[in-house]
């Protein structure tokens, strides 16, 4: 596709995708600044590489991404790895209604199990079995590898930069 002009030093950025799309809408719309497509592409392709990537990892484990986060959520509160449905829906902002159905999944995978709460009998904890324990090790331990080896290819500072970045955008965007 050719080069475009990159950045405002000078040097020349190689052609992708969203500079293709940049290149037509300057081409149509001349009068419009859409700049913002060169973060805003970025941003929703590498989400768009990092799920294909984690979901690799998550079906390796037999699992998906909705139910590693249930599984994880657990493992990081700590022992008896137990929440209430509710604190696990809005831990995930998610709807109870969805956290029902991963919750039925994983109860007859083995990975959790449902009990009552010795405190109020109306509502039930979620707690991990030992085999949803090792399952959430494994699974976090491969995806925190490969995400790894993806964050290792920036210098310290640039990471550093782009972590501020995008803490700016979200805040922003709220």
Known sequence: MGELSGPSDGAAEPADAVNHIVAQWRRERPDLDVSYMQTMGRIAVLTRQLARRSDEVFGRHGITQG????????????????????????????????????????EKAGYIERALDAADRR?????????????????????????????????????????RSLRTLIDASN
Do not use: I, W
């Open 123 to 163: 509502s039930f904890r979620v707690s991990l079995t030992d085999q949803g324990r090792v399952l959430a090790d494994a699974a976090l331990a491969d995806v925190a590898a490969e995400m790894n080896s993806l964050v290792a290819r920036l210098e310290t500072a640039d990471r550093e930069v782009f972590e």
């Open 67 to 106: 139910e590693f986060d249930v599984l994880t959520t657990l493992r990081r509160a700590g022992s008896p790895y137990t929440l209430m449905p509710s604190e696990l829906a809005e831990s995930l902002m998610m709807s109870r209604a969805g956290m029902t159905s991963r919750l039925d999944r994983l």
